[in-house]
């Protein structure tokens, strides 16, 4: 069977196409480790981040906590809680980037007083965290997602100043901004599709980038924040309430605010790094392949072929009689060398051989020719005796 398969050429690119299927393997062995470690980088990474953000929201509560302890030790030694309000609570509020606001309002939920302006004038009874200030008497953490404090969602922080027996008495409160949140996600670089979310313990989206307008105030589904463990942190897959399926860290913030950091990366930005250097490897691969099928294609004619074709001609110049056909290849070291100095020496034996025989027929003829001769000279009478 004649084919292209059993062809000494193809042969040899079958045995580089070969040589090259170990490397494919071993490619994609070290992609798919590559791809592992990259996946736990990145969500080792995403959970640091989050035990950072969820450690400044702690943080920034604990120190509104303290300044609110020193106002109202300050309102306690003032027989009038409002004259506190303008210039001093403004000490307070300064230049901070996370505060926008410090106030005291009173038992009714009527704000005394603001360092900053307020959006508008309802009363702050609206406000979840605000009875439960007057029912529990302590310090305590709420959010205010219909503007009354802020245009926009804020964290606040509450405590009562003074309390008169029947437990009714004035409010100091702060107001937290949850921008920097937006801003550190922009400053973070996080590959594209990320998300950052902070809730409460209902699901309330504190805050959230990106789209903090479309998300922040909605209620997220438990069971897309915690998964099947609410543990303190953790990490998990899942899909967010944009739809799209991403790896997510969480870990939750200590304090009374009850808040948990969500930082989710989009399952193909975890494996890009990894799909990245695959296709570069195998590009790399594919390119030295190419090359080596070329090098094999051409340089085989070069070292291979070209002698085999010698040999070959020279065997069926041999095989038609022509006894002093030789390879006229050089007698290198090597196989093919070997092999042209096989075939040079069996044409030479075959050669002398048939000069041999050629000279033995010449002998036999001569002495049959002697033979008959001698026949014809022997005289009749001479035959008789």
């Not at 305590?140 to 405590?159: C, H, K, R, W």
Request: glycine share 8%; with cysteine; proline share 4%.
């Amino acid at each position: 069977m004649n084919t292209v398969f059993t062809k000494i050429r193809f042969r040899i690119l079958a045995i580089v196409l070969l040589a090259i299927i170990p490397a494919i393997l071993l490619i994609f062995y070290s992609a798919a480790e590559r791809k592992l470690q990259v996946s736990r980088d990145i969500e080792t990474n995403s959970l640091r981040l989050c035990r950072i953000l969820a450690g400044n929201l702690q943080r920034d509560m604990a120190e509104g906590q303290g300044y609110l302890k020193v106002a109202a030790l300050l309102l306690q030694s003032r027989s009038d809680s409002a004259g506190i309000c303008g210039e001093d609570l403004s000490v307070f509020l300064g230049d901070s980037s996370i505060y926008l606001n410090f106030g005291i309002a009173d038992s009714a939920g009527n704000v005394l007083c603001s360092a900053a302006p307020l959006p508008g004038s309802e009363s702050l009874r609206q406000l979840d965290w605000f009875g439960r200030v007057g029912t529990t008497n302590r310090f305590t953490v709420g959010f205010d997602f219909q503007g009354i404090l802020s245009p926009e969602a804020t964290l606040n922080l509450a405590l009562p100043i003074k309390r008169e027996e029947n437990g009714s008495g004035p409010v100091i409160f702060s107001v937290m901004d949850l921008n920097w949140l937006n801003r550190l996600a922009e400053n973070a670089r996080l590959p594209q599709g990320s998300a950052l979310a902070v809730t409460n313990n209902r699901g309330d989206a504190v805050a959230r980038y990106p789209d903090p307008d479309k998300w922040v105030g909605k209620a997220y589904p438990l069971s897309r924040i915690f998964g099947d463990d609410p543990a303190p942190e953790g990490i998990r897959i899942g899909t967010g309430v944009d739809g799209v399926e991403r790896v997510y860290a969480h870990a939750q913030a200590p304090g009374k605010g009850n808040l948990r950091v969500h930082v989710g990366i989009r399952k193909e930005a975890v494996h890009a790094p990894a799909d990245n250097a695959l296709m570069n490897q195998l590009f790399a691969l594919g390119v030295v392949s190419v090359l080596a099928i070329l090098a094999a294609w051409f340089l085989s004619d070069i070292f291979l072929l070209k002698q085999v074709r010698a040999l070959i001609a020279a065997t069926r110049n041999l095989a038609k009689g022509n006894l002093t056909a030789r390879s006229s290849l050089s007698y290198d070291k090597g196989e093919l060398g070997d092999l042209a100095r096989a075939f040079d020496e069996m044409a030479e034996t075959l050669q002398w051989r048939e000069a041999q025989l050629k000279e033995s027929e010449i002998e036999r003829a001569k002495i049959g020719q002697a033979g008959r001769t001698q026949t014809h000279d022997v005289m009749p009478g001479e035959e008789a005796a």
